[in-house]
T-cell receptor
Framework: NAGVTQTPKFRVLKTGQSMTLLCAQD?????MYWYRQDPGMGLRLIHY???????AKGEVPDGYNVSRLKKQNFLLGLESAAPSQTSVYFC???????????????FGAGTRLSVL | DQQVKQNSPSLSVQEGRISILNCDYT??????FLWYKKYPAEGPTFLIS?????DKNEDGRFTVFLNKSAKHLSLHIVPSQPGDSAVYFC?????????????FGSGTQLTVLP
């Protein structure tokens, strides 16, 4: 009963380094999302995907790329990390076909990223 | 420009009393509202929701009220328990947002004092 799993849980990068955050869900959800949470800012949407092979930009997409090669996985990439990308990153998934529950997103535990 | 606002960053309540968390929104086309609860080092978890065609939804100790004319919703927790201490996020969907997309408020830290 894993739900949404994010790896890694913590990471420290130096400015300019690259990394990929992995999100995996086992609920067969069509939609997946990447958010960042910063103090006083709530959750801001970076990118999202409404199905395998499709992605779209959210509110704060600059500096990030994503891929959804498999329905259950959603990858978030930082090509050249900057200190402004220090944040907690959350992945979420949802299904449009769940009736009243269709707008409910299920979240992973988060990845805490520090860029020095 | 934030479309969902939680103007109180923090709230402290005595155990057993009522907690009232507030949320305002600007987009009258939002048609579904949700509350999430977040403990430290965990992801947000869904708590309760309400459709724009209703003005109240109740689930145990939690009740959400929606006032569409004021573009305001509130979450009532009665009675409050120390385990309710967490950050609460209000979220909305609909309008010009993509299907399934939510926009979140900045959160309110609730502390329930024993």
């Amino acid at each position: 009963n894993a739900g949404v799993t994010q790896t890694p849980k913590f990471r420290v990068l130096k400015t300019g380094q690259s990394m990929t955050l992995l999100c995996a869900q086992d609920m067969n959800h069509e939609y997946m999302y990447w958010y960042r949470q910063d103090p006083g800012m709530g959750l801001r949407l970076i990118h999202y995907s409404v199905g395998e092979g499709t992605t779209a930009k959210g509110e704060v997409p600059d500096g990030y790329n994503v891929s959804r090669l498999k329905k259950q996985n959603f990858l978030l990439g930082l090509e050249s990390a900057a200190p402004s990308q220090t944040s907690v990153y959350f992945c979420a998934s949802s299904s449009p076909s769940l009736g009243k529950a269709k707008n409910i997103q299920y979240f992973g535990a988060g990845t805490r990223l520090s860029v020095l | 420009d934030q479309q969902v606002k939680q103007n109180s960053p923090s709230l402290s309540v005595q155990e057993g009393r009522i907690s009232i968390l507030n949320c305002d929104y600007t987009n009258s086309m939002f048609d579904y509202f949700l509350w999430y609860k977040k403990y430290p080092a965990e992801g947000p978890t869904f708590l309760i929701s309400i459709s724009s065609i209703k003005d109240k939804n109740e689930d145990g100790r939690f009740t959400v009220f929606l006032n569409k004319s004021a573009k305001h919703l509130s979450l009532h927790i009665v009675p409050s328990q120390p385990g309710d201490s967490a950050v609460y996020f209000c979220a909305a969907s609909g309008g010009a947002l993509a299907p399934g997309q939510l926009t979140f408020g900045s959160g309110t830290q609730l502390t329930v004092l024993p």
